[in-house]
């Protein structure tokens, strides 16, 4: 029973310190918000996060790798 409440306790302590650290991200990014624009294209955009996540998925399932 002991060990219920400790694992809820973490659980709580991982929560709200993940929720600081939220906080503290977001007033970060609206503080360093740069003046000017994204010169980027949407279209570049979209391909660089296709590319992103077939890399991920292909290093996660051992496709891709040093193993």
């Not at 002991?2 to 991200?25: D, K």
């Not at 609206?30 to 996060?49: C, H, N, V």
């Amino acid at each position: 029973m002991a060990r219920l409440f400790l694992a809820i306790a973490l659980l709580a302590i991982l929560a709200i310190a993940g929720l600081a650290l939220l906080g503290t991200v977001q007033a970060v990014a609206l503080w360093a918000k740069g003046k000017e624009e994204d010169q980027m294209p949407q279209t570049f955009k979209r391909i660089s996060y296709i590319v992103l996540v077939i890399l991920m998925f292909g290093i996660t399932s051992g496709m891709l790798g040093a193993s």
